[in-house]
């Protein structure tokens, strides 16, 4: 009993910001159950929801950290869980959710992988530079790379593409590849570039 009640005592240790952070991560695991689903089921629903899910988790995201300022809460384990989310939710399911639409090849696959590889780098390189990117009051004031949120951009072009003109199949040196599977390339490029710097609001 006392080991469970030690486990409770952890959540207590949350903020609110934390608990909207959480959220966010329960939107992109119920976006990869929703793409597993549809890859079984067939029925564009589960597409559809796996998709919603993930500018929903763009909301909390969004949220967590207006309620962190507001209420002078912010903490390096926040910042964490923000991160550990944010590569569930705008990595690990667009990635999930563009294979069940079709991305499976060998080198979709490859190119999707190195997609939430390029965010998994870009989240931990915003952790470590955090501070030195920080203006006066403490709070960074530019996002070096493209966000990873912006992932909703591939995705969204991808799923219609899937509806009305097809993923673009091609051969690359006789193995299958889809066209479609360039735009995740591009948005994992600009997500570890150096030279891209957007202001944060």
């Known amino acids: ?24 991560g329960c939107c992109g695991i119920g976006a990869v159950f929703r793409a597993i ?7 564009p629903r589960d597409l559809y929801l796996a998709t919603a899910l993930v500018p ?22 926040g910042r964490e869980l923000d991160s550990l989310a944010d590569l569930i939710s705008f990595g690990v399911a667009p ?8 991305l499976r090849t060998a ?12 965010g998994l780098s870009r989240l931990a ?6 501070e030195e990117m920080s203006g006066e009051g403490g709070s960074v004031i530019y996002f070096e790379g493209a966000p990873i949120p912006t992932s909703i951009v591939p995705l969204g072009l991808t799923l219609v593409a899937f509806h009305l003109a097809g993923l673009g199949s091609v051969t690359v040196a006789g193995l299958p590849f889809h066209l479609t599977s360039l735009l995740f390339a591009l948005s994992g490029s600009l997500m570890i570039s150096k030279t891209l710097r957007i202001p944060k609001p």
């Not at 009993?1 to 966010?24: C, E, W, Y």
């Not at 689903?37 to 029925?43: K, N, Q, R, T």
């Not at 990635?95 to 079709?102: E, Q, T, W, Y």
């Open 1 to 24: 009993m006392p080991g469970q009640f030690r486990h409770f005592s952890m959540l207590r240790g949350f903020h609110l910001a934390d608990f909207l952070t959480i959220a966010n």
């Open 37 to 43: 689903a549809f890859v079984e089921s067939g029925l």
């Open 56 to 77: 929903l988790a763009i909301v909390f995201d969004v949220l967590d950290g207006r309620v962190a300022r507001w209420r002078h809460k912010a903490s390096p384990l």
């Open 95 to 102: 990635a999930v959710i563009a294979f069940a639409m079709g």
């Open 107 to 118: 080198l979709d696959q490859l190119v999707l992988i190195g997609f939430v590889v390029c």
């Open 125 to 130: 390189r915003y952790n470590v530079t955090a």
